[in-house]
């Protein structure tokens, strides 16, 4: 395995984003759908022109920023997630509530609705494109999306407000380097980081055979059973070609071809239950996988918050990496309160709360050092178990990797054209279909 | 050969032949029985959603395992963020939808049951149809139509749904208890009153008033408890059913339970209420 | 003139949110593009259908397998528990009502509840396997049968009710004077009761295995990898691909599929059996 850069400011990738062609948006365009939020690159490619690439990323230049984020922040944010990607609390009345959300409206005054329904990117953008194409206001101010097809969509046919460069002070000081400017969104100019991940393998000790180290482990039977593995749907394509020994993001129609073979020879061996979004975790909690591509953070936290015998594994070949972003759908109600909750994330203290329990990588500097200051107090508290905990987080390379770690990572395939992404359906989604 | 006599021939008194034991057997055990049985089977997902609700978990997804007897989630059952705002949608869907549906559906199954006219047999095979389709088509149909006119989804687009498969069942529960009519009520009715319109009002109407509140009852029902077709035309608002659906990828929160179990409940308390009501009108 | 009057909300309705959409999604599935190759345009693409026919060969086959089954088994759970009600029960709306209580909590929270229920190391489950009695990698999620057995528990009042129906109507006396003929009540019910049932059996058979057919969510909830079936394909491409015109193109087969079904019914049986067994559902 040749070791690879970190690959988030890769520019190379970058070049790709900048220099592509508005075809894709003038067709849509075309859908008779209606676009919301005219622009003038858009006129252009209406009339089309090609857009000779450069400083201004597809889309975005019709948004008068200053427009947007003129008045005050509304009373209330709403907030669409995923689950278990936020800091979880019972109060003494046996409510649960979200203890960051809760210090935000002191903060501000400003309530959050928070929402945990996002179950798959695909399913999400399923819902909310009429919705965002008849220029209707989709009932959340922010959404979080995975880096890759949907975050380009939505970037490029101006679903998205662009971000207020001025409003985020603590960004612009505490965020780290990989979640600055990074490669498919330069600039930060449509969405910052949440939290970062990997896919690898949620095991669940008891049920497995043996140890799972690598991707053929999950078409076993011997060791991981009959029908009690669960897969991604809409991760696995990258996945296996990552531990292929293919860089997704160089691939081409032959190397898909031949993850597919994989995964047929898979779904043949009887060890598929089912193809999963976010779902697959309650399955591995209550018991009906023993093994499933997983996300880290999901499995970090049943193992150590809720007690079950799991573990995350990074398979030989490597594991899938991924940013999800916070964004701002066009018609949003309050983007400037929005944008207030954003920012409020990147204070160092706040995204503790969240790391601490959410246990995925942290776009904001000094998480760890504060981690590993909570366990201390937690110790002197007499938490000792707790603590221990604490300590183990701040050691974790899935949240805080090295080097060395990295490299045994890689983003996934982003494609461009349209053409492209059919010819990767007509590869991939048969399998999860028949 | 005479013809045998009555008091010739003796047939075995019923209660006294053998062969009438085994249908005893049949009739007062093995069919009661399984009709309990099956009962039982019926509504054991309830005991479970009944058990499940008191729950103590210590996270706020359900799982598998009973930890133990809580009332928490009987004391917070508002406390999940979406689910409020769905239960309320459905509820204020429901009678709307089952208001309009019946008083359109109850005509028209008044019009199919008490005249013969033109077109009666096409109009009657379209009810037909509208009952016995299959969801999946109702609900892609109509999202189809919204989309193709560019209609926002959302509440609207819920309740005009909801109302247009309502109204072939209000209409053929009317239209069955028209057709049982005895005309010449109507008739003697005409003789007393002056009007059509006060003999409708005045005999016809109460003689099927307990068609058009059981047709009431099942609009409402099935619009509160829709999935599939409310699936495909909401858009982003979620009913009570839709929310349950998204939740359970993840894992209901145990408020769902209890939800259904008081939903439960209130169907109890209907079904007492109309057998006392029918009880009362014999 | 008064029939008219009466039909004419009810069909206007009936017009616009049933037979409209029906034909705009015929007209949908004639389009061509894709969501991100330019939109969709009218260009009578009959070869979505042929695709869609070759593609999902499979998937409509299993559909139409499993709902025959799902009719079958159905029938013989239905049939003994109406038999009984309908004849020898002394409180036969009590019977019913207890029958159809659980279904007035949303399908959606039933089937979840089954999941439980049927978990791998479930309360089922569970314990068996810790007995012995089951080996350690048995389950029932996932595989066809949880899908067949969840589809027939829910359509169960779709049969029942119409079997009920219909043996209700069934004049007792008729099954005294069997007794009195036949010497074993097997007989007396093959020969008298059995033909007398059969229109409730058919309206039975419409109305459970037409909309099983296109039932998903039961697919989605307790099925896995090979029980898909066409339903999740038309929710899906609708939903989640946004493929309009194949998905439409899809939708319309199975309609035509069930509407040939239901005419041929119809047209032999008469859709009052069917009619009646919707309305007793009030």
């Known amino acids: 395995m040749n070791k690879r850069e970190r690959s988030f400011t890769d520019p190379a990738a970058m070049q790709r984003v900048l220099g592509h062609r508005l075809t894709r948006r003038s067709m849509l365009k075309g ?37 947007i984020y003129a008045g005050e922040a509304g009373d209330t944010v709403n907030f669409t997630n995923w689950p278990f990607y936020l800091d979880q609390a019972k109060d003494k009345d046996g409510n649960v509530f979200n203890p960051s959300l809760k210090q935000f409206k002191e903060e501000s005054g400003i309530t959050v609705n928070y929402e945990d329904t996002i179950n798959s990117n695909e399913e999400f953008f399923g819902k909310i494109q009429p919705i965002l194409a008849g220029g209707d206001d989709p009932g959340f101010d922010i959404m979080v999306i995975t880096n890759g097809r949907y975050f380009a969509i939505l970037a490029e046919n101006g679903w998205v407000y662009p971000l207020d460069p001025n409003r985020r002070p603590n960004f612009d000081a505490n965020a780290t380097t990989w979640a600055k400017d990074p490669f498919y969104d330069p600039g930060n100019q449509f969405g910052m980081a949440w939290q970062s991940g990997v896919t690898g393998i949620g095991v669940n000790r008891k049920m497995v055979n043996g140890e799972v180290t690598k991707l053929d482990d999950l078409a076993n039977p011997d060791k991981v059973g009959r029908g ?19 860089d997704p993001k160089t691939s081409g129609p032959d190397e898909w071809k031949e993850a597919a073979a994989w995964l047929q020879m898979q779904k043949e061996s009887g060890t598929v239950r089912a193809y999963y979004g976010n779902d697959y975790l309650a399955e591995v909690q209550s018991g009906n996988l023993s093994a499933s591509m997983a996300w880290s953070g999901d499995i970090l936290y049943s193992e150590v918050w809720l007690l079950y015998d799991m573990g995350f594994v990074v398979p030989e070949g490597g594991a899938l990496l991924w940013i999800d972003n916070m964004m701002i759908p066009t018609g949003a109600k309050n983007p400037v309160g929005a944008m207030e909750v954003m920012d409020f994330y990147y204070q160092p203290k706040v995204a503790t709360m969240v790391s601490e329990w959410v246990l995925y990588m942290t776009p904001v500097d000094g998480v760890k050092e504060l981690i590993t200051k909570d366990a201390d107090q937690a110790v002197e508290d007499g938490y000792k178990g707790y603590a221990n905990k604490l300590y183990q987080t701040a050691k974790s390379d899935y949240l805080f990797p090295d080097e060395e770690f990295i490299s045994h990572t890689s983003f996934g395939f982003d494609p461009k054209t349209d053409e492209e992404i059919e010819e990767w359906d007509s590869i991939f989604l048969p399998i999860s279909q028949s | 050969m005479s013809i045998a006599t009555p008091a010739q021939v003796t047939l075995p008194k019923r209660s006294e032949a053998p062969v009438n034991e085994p249908r005893k057997r049949w009739t007062r055990f093995i069919l009661p029985t399984y009709t309990v049985l099956m009962i039982l089977y019926l ?16 996270g706020d997804r359900q799982t598998p395992k009973f930890w133990g007897f809580t009332l928490d989630w009987w004391k917070n059952v508002f406390n999940i963020q979406g689910l409020p705002e769905a239960f309320k949608n459905s509820l204020i869907i429901a009678p709307v939808s089952a208001a309009i549906a019946t008083v359109v559906g109850a005509l028209f199954g008044l019009a199919l049951g008490r005249y013969r006219f033109r077109g009666i047999g096409i109009i ?38 909801h109302i247009g498969f309502s109204i072939a069942f209000v209409a053929v529960t009317v239209r069955a208890r028209v ?43 099935l619009s509160l408890d829709d999935f599939v077709i409310t699936n495909f035309v909401a858009g982003q608002t979620n009913t009570f059913p839709l929310w349950v659906f998204g939740a359970q990828r993840i894992g209901i929160p145990p408020q769902v339970n209890v939800m259904g179990t008081l939903l439960f409940a209130a169907g109890i308390v209907a079904a007492i209420a109309n057998v006392v009501a029918s009880r009362r009108r014999k | 003139m ?137 389950r029932v999620l996932a595989t066809p049968f949880a899908v067949v057995a969840g589809i027939t528990y829910n359509y169960l009042p779709f049969t029942a009710l119409p079997l009920y129906v219909a043996l209700e109507r069934i004049d007792k006396s008729l099954i005294e004077a069997a007794k009195d003929l036949y010497s074993s009540r097997w007989e007396s019910f093959y020969k008298v009761v059995w033909p007398l049932s059969l229109p409730g059996v058919f309206a039975a058979f419409l109305l459970t295995f037409v909309p099983a057919t296109g039932d998903y969510v039961n697919s989605s909830l307790l099925g896995g990898p090979g029980t898909t079936m066409i339903g999740n394909i038309i929710q899906e491409k609708f939903l989640v691909e946004l493929d ?25 049986l008469g859709t009052e059996d069917v009619e009646r067994a919707a309305g007793a559902q009030a």
């Open chain 1, 228 to 246: 009690l593995v669960g897969m991604l749907e809409f991760d696995m394509p990258d996945f296996v070609m990552i531990n292929l020994g293919i």
């Open chain 1, 31 to 67: 859908a008779g759908y209606g676009v919301a939020g005219l622009s003038l690159a858009s006129f252009l490619a209406a009339c089309g022109g090609d857009d000779g690439g450069g400083g201004s990323a597809a889309g975005g230049d019709g948004f008068d920023i200053g427009e």
């Open chain 2, 124 to 161: 009657g095979f379209v009810i037909f149809l509208a009952i016995a389709v299959p969801e999946i088509v109702l609900g892609s149909s109509l999202l189809s139509m919204f989309v193709t006119v560019n209609a926002p989804l959302g509440m609207g687009t819920i309740l005009v749904s």
């Open chain 3, 2 to 138: 008064v029939p008219y009057y009466l039909l004419s909300p009810g069909g206007l309705f009936l017009l616009l949110f049933f037979l409209i959409p029906l034909a705009l999604m015929v007209y949908l599935s004639l389009k061509s593009g894709g969501l991100l190759s330019g939109g969709f345009s009218f260009s009578w693409e009959f070869s979505n259908y042929s695709s869609a026919l070759g593609q999902y060969r499979p998937q409509f086959l299993r559909s139409l397998t499993y709902s025959v089954i799902v009719t079958i088994a159905a029938l013989l759970l239905a049939y003994p528990m109406t038999y009984w009600i309908a004849f020898y029960a002394k409180r036969k709306s009590t019977w019913l009502l207890l029958i159809l209580l659980p279904f007035f909590v949303s399908f959606v929270i039933r089937t979840i509840q089954w999941k439980f229920i049927l978990g791998d190391n479930g309360p089922i489950i569970g314990p068996l396997k810790n007995l012995g009695l089951l080996s350690d990698d048995f």
């Open chain 3, 244 to 268: 309009y015109p194949e998905a439409a193109a899809l939708s319309v087969i199975l309609m035509i599929v069930m509407l040939v079904l239901a005419s041929v019914y119809a047209r032999i």
């Open chain 2, 43 to 58: 509504a054991s997902p309830i005991f479970v959603m009944i058990l499940y609700g008191l729950n103590d978990i210590p």
């Open chain 2, 179 to 221: 057709q049982g009519l005895d005309r010449n009520l109507e008739d003697a009715a005409q003789d007393l009153f002056a009007t059509p319109i006060a003999a409708f009002f005045k005999v016809t109407l109460p003689l099927i008033a307990p068609a058009i509140l059981a047709g009431f009852l099942l609009a409402f029902v």
